[in-house]
T-cell receptor, first 113, second 108 residues
Framework: EAQVTQNPRYLITVTGKKLTVTCSQN?????MSWYRQDPGLGLRQIYY???????DKGDVPEGYKVSRKEKRNFPLILESPSPNQTSLYFC????????????FGPGTRLTVL | GQQVMQIPQYQHVQEGEDFTTYCNSS?????IQWYKQRPGGHPVFLIQ?????EVKKQKRLTFQFGEAKKNSSLHITATQTTDVGTYFC????????FGKGTKLSVKP
């Protein structure tokens, strides 16, 4: 089944404790991205990647890191999480960003205390 | 950055009433996509519009792209409780920019 998977689905952590949210897709998609969703603010893009080893900042990249060493994986790293990073995170992929639908993962709800 | 403004932010309708959400841009868009997010779920792609003046239908949903490619709309005829959710428009700009969405609630 074609899908985007994220882990963990739920995470409660404390300020400053490094964490990684994994994202994997099995559709051989070139483009992958991370979004955060907050009430009243909609979906805001954190980082995106147009191919292996190619990543770019989205609209809200501060406090996040990403890597794209393999085509299928695009982990999101929070080196030192802070409470303002409490949010719902979505990973998405598409064949290509233009003229292609985005397939979203199920989401990761992160709480930073 | 380039934004798309989506209105209204919320819409409450009685089941059977129609619903429309609008997406407006100050600049010309190459294309526009629409997504639906059910409560507790993730966004799911509905459609993409590319051509000026394009109109596409999916059962009770009608999507339009303006002649100037600066606005788009999603219209649902005779809403049902299954239509509940948030509808987003999005456009590509190197990355993909989403509107803030219209949250639709339907009263049975």
């Amino acid at each position: 089944e074609a899908q985007v998977t994220q882990n963990p689905r739920y995470l409660i952590t404390v300020t400053g404790k490094k964490l990684t949210v994994t994202c994997s897709q099995n559709m051989n998609h070139e483009y992958m991205s991370w979004y955060r969703q907050d009430p009243g603010l909609g979906l805001r893009q954190i980082y995106y990647s147009m191919n292996v080893e190619v990543t770019d900042k989205g609209d809200v990249p501060e406090g996040y890191k990403v890597s794209r060493k393999e085509k299928r994986n695009f982990p999101l790293i929070l080196e030192s999480p802070s409470p303002n990073q409490t949010s719902l995170y979505f990973c998405a992929s598409s064949l290509w960003v233009f003229h292609n639908e985005q397939f979203f993962g199920p989401g990761t709800r992160l709480t930073v205390l | 950055g380039q934004q798309v403004m989506q209105i209204p932010q919320y819409q409450h309708v009685q089941e059977g009433e129609d619903f429309t959400t609008y997406c407006n841009s100050s600049t010309t868009l190459s294309n526009i996509q629409w997504y639906k997010q059910r409560p507790g779920g993730h966004p799911v792609f509905l459609i993409q519009l590319v051509k000026s003046g394009e109109v596409k239908k999916q059962k009770r949903l009608t999507f339009q792209f303006g002649e100037a490619k600066k606005n788009s709309s999603l219209h649902i005829t005779a809403t049902q409780t299954t239509d509940v959710g948030t509808y987003f428009c999005a456009h590509p700009r190197g990355n993909l920019i989403f509107g803030k969405g219209t949250k639709l609630s339907v009263k049975p």
